[in-house]
Each structure stands twice: as C-alpha cells, then as structure tokens.
C-alpha cells in the first residue's frame, strides 16, 4: 500500500510539473517571472514589515528608495491598501498596468507563432 501511495504521489507530481512546464511556454520565461513577481508581492510581501534587502540606497540609509518604493506600492495596491499604495509610490498602478499588458503581449506572441512543420 505505501509504494501504491508513492506512486500515485509521484504521478501527481509529475502532472504538476508538466503543466507547470506547459504554462512556461505558453507565456514565456520572461512572463513567468514578471507573474511570479506579482504573485510574490501579493501573497508573500510584507511591506508593513522592514527586512533585509541588497537595495544599495537603503542600505546607505535613504529611507525612501524609488524602486523599493514601488514595489511596496504596488504590495500595498495588490492587498487592497489603495491610500498608502498612493502615498508609497505614485506609479504603482501605471507600474501593473504595464507588466499586464507585458505578459499579455507576450502570451499573445507565443500563441500567434508559426508552428515549424516536419
């Protein structure tokens, strides 16, 4: 029963993997990343929270880095904080907007590409 149950463990996993695979190269690498990116600043984030960071500007002591500000912005946007996205950073909406219309783009690209025939 127990190699059954790793089998079965294994089969999902590699189903997993494959359509993980799958959806890689229907938006692209570089789209991967950027949603992964969001995903991060939605989910995992914690702007509220101060952490280490290799920002050269923060860790010189400016206290409000332009890049570290929009991606906090955009963290604060993304978990429904719409005032103290604004007050981070003005661009956080241009900023999504723009990797939206990215990862579509490319996803649109991949899908429209010819196909080689054999």
Known sequence: MNNLSK???????????YRLAQSVK??????????????????????????FTICPLS???F?????CGLGNAISFLLNGHF??????????IPAIIIIISRVYSITKFNVNKEKPTI
Request: hydrophobic share 50%.
């Open 7 to 17: 089998s079965i463990k294994s089969r999902h996993l590699q189903a997993f993997l």
């Open 63 to 67: 206290e409000h880095c332009p890049g």
């Open 59 to 61: 860790n010189v002591g």
């Open 83 to 92: 005032l103290q996205s604004f007050e981070t950073h003005l661009f956080a």
């Open 26 to 51: 229907f938006v692209g690498f570089e789209g991967f990343i950027w949603i992964a990116a969001l995903v991060y600043l939605a989910f995992f984030n914690s702007p509220f929270q101060s952490h």
